[in-house]
């Protein structure tokens, strides 16, 4: 099979790129695997719950080991739709060791904060997006959050989402570059 190459578009071409949404790539996945032989496909992985995506992510097992700690991996073992605002390995160490270890002290607390890195419904990047510049949407942990948007990206309450749109079958994991320290 031969695809053309990009020497058959001049430069200056006024005709538009496809983009597929992700949900149209998911479903053409299996048809190219069939195709050109490729074994494991992101359709596999998008099947998976939101836990089992983010126990399979490298780099964020203290948050899974929180999620699992405070109680909230059972609920997220459920049908969802659930959106996760994950925070890496690295996110964890910007936390001063004494304040890490006081949160965990406080079940109550550190729920609290854990559960405020989930949100109850999906919420994907172009769903962010298309919200209010500055918007709040509700929590696990029964407060609510500030989604904020601009050129420079996707914030929520000040944590930059590194990483958007990690596809599950119960939900949308997102990624962030730190730990949202609710009161």
Known sequence: ISLPGP????PDSRIPFMRLS????????????????????????????????????????????????????????????YTIYAVSDAGFARIPADTLAALKADPARFKRIIGHHVLPMRLDGMGMMNLAIYAKVPTMAGDSMTVYHDKGGIKVDLSLVKTADIEASNGV???????ILVP
């Open 7 to 10: 020497h058959l578009r001049p």
């Open 22 to 81: 992700p949900t149209h790539a998911l479903r053409t996945l299996p048809v190219l695997a069939a195709l050109f032989g490729a074994v494991p496909t992101l359709h596999a992985q998008a099947a998976k719950p939101v836990l089992d995506r983010l126990v399979d992510m490298e780099g964020f097992s203290q948050f899974t080991a929180a999620l699992e700690a405070t109680g909230l991996a059972k609920e997220l073992r459920g049908n969802g739709p």
């Open 173 to 179: 994991i997102h990624t962030v570059h730190k730990v």
